[in-house]
């Protein structure tokens, strides 16, 4: 039983390349999240996404940022033209249902370096 | 602004000893709690949850206490294990927030042998 698949797990990407970053939910869960972790800070919410809709991208920069989960595959945060303030870790994570009370569960992360 | 608070950034405790981890939220939307566990160079994952219309909740070696007039919660953990050492982040939804979490900034526990 495959928990979320993140890759690739480390890239590394210079000013005002495209970063893409890939998210395979556990089997069965149709809604996927993806949260960007600082250094020395706690996750932040980027957007929220059902098979082919984005629900809720309140977290997600204005400039730059994109998501997209199709119907076939994984999700997908794409960041262009990454600046060095875009170094973090990205998480994405998955669960089977909506709701308050469906538990998240996270992948691995992706760890961007911008240089 | 910090709608999720873990004021001490780490804590230190003899194994087999008492490990409580706080947290104090600022929402009084939050209707929902969790804590995760952080590994280095892992992802977050799913410890404990407790609902706003419960108080306690708990799940073998851990418990959470939910006190929403103080809109506080507390980790414990009994009895340590130094395999408990890793960071851990609170984290909040609120109702008609869409599902998104609210993490804090984590607390790092050290559970020395």
């Known amino acids: 039983n495959a928990g979320v698949m993140q890759n690739p797990r480390h890239l590394v990407r210079r000013r005002g390349q495209e970063a893409r970053l890939r998210c395979s939910p556990m089997?069965?869960?149709?809604?996927v999240y993806w949260y960007r972790q600082l250094p020395e800070e706690g996750l932040k919410f980027m957007v929220y996404?059902?098979?082919?809709?984005?629900?809720?991208e309140s977290g997600m920069p204005k400039e730059r940022f994109s998501a997209e989960f199709p119907k076939e595959g994984p999700s997908i945060l794409r960041i262009q033209q990454v600046v060095r303030g875009d170094s973090a870790a990205y998480f994405c994570?998955?669960?089977?249902?909506?709701?308050?009370?469906?538990?998240?569960?996270f992948g691995p992360g992706t760890r961007l370096l911008v240089l | 602004d910090q709608q999720v608070k873990q004021n001490s950034p780490s804590l230190s405790v003899q194994e087999g000893r008492i490990s409580i981890l706080n947290c104090d939220y600022t929402?009084?939307?939050?209707?929902?709690f969790l804590w995760y566990k952080k590994y280095p160079a892992e992802g977050p994952t799913f410890l404990i949850s407790?609902?706003?219309?419960?108080d306690k909740n708990e799940d073998g070696r851990f418990t959470v206490f939910l006190n929403k007039s103080a809109k506080h919660l507390s980790l414990h953990i009994v009895p340590s294990q130094p395999g408990d050492s890793a960071v851990y982040f609170c984290?909040?939804?609120?109702?008609?927030?869409?599902?998104?979490?609210?993490f804090g900034k984590g607390m790092k526990l050290t559970v020395n042998p």
């Open positions: 407790i609902s706003s219309i419960k």
């Open positions: 929402n009084s939307m939050f209707d929902y």
């Open positions: 996404l059902q098979k082919e809709n984005i629900i809720d």
């Open positions: 984290a909040a939804s609120a109702l008609g927030g869409s599902e998104k979490l609210v």
């Open positions: 994570a998955s669960s089977r249902l909506a709701g308050l009370q469906e538990t998240q569960y």
């Open positions: 089997k069965g869960h149709s809604h």
